[in-house]
């Protein structure tokens, strides 16, 4: 089993940035796929980012392409939230997927195995 807590979240001014934190515990997840994902009130949950377990190959939504930056360690992922919109607001979850292939990213969020509780990220105008 594995437990993930997020942390980072706040409130911050449009052009401002956060970066968030995902603790992994239980087992280690340094050879599984990790993911950031967010849900807007009113929205469902959305594909934000994700990285392999090996050579951290990454892949990211279009809409936040060239502003966030996903990263990891042996016992944490971060997402680096750059130039923040009112539209980044929402909830984010990392999630780990128990991945055999070291160099796979998954964006496909019903292919994560476990999730985290979510930080609130609040972006104002």
């Known amino acids: 089993q594995v437990h993930l807590v997020e942390s980072g979240g706040g409130l911050v001014q449009a052009g401002g940035s956060l970066r968030l934190s995902c603790a992994a515990s239980g087992r280690t997840v340094s050879n599984y796929a990790m993911g950031w994902f967010r849900q807007a009130p009113g929205k469902e949950r959305e594909f934000v980012a994700a990285i392999s377990w090996r050579a951290a190959r990454t892949s990211y939504a279009d809409s936040v392409k060239g502003r966030y930056t996903i990263s990891r360690d042996n016992a944490k992922i971060y997402l680096q939230m750059n130039s923040l919109k009112p539209e980044d607001t929402g909830v984010y979850y990392c999630?780990?997927?128990?991945?055999?292939?070291?160099?796979?990213?998954?964006?496909?969020?019903?292919?994560?195995?476990?999730w985290g509780q979510g930080t609130q990220v609040t972006v104002s105008s």
């Open positions: 999630a780990a997927c128990n991945s055999r292939e070291p160099f796979r990213v998954v964006v496909d969020g019903r292919n994560y195995d476990y």
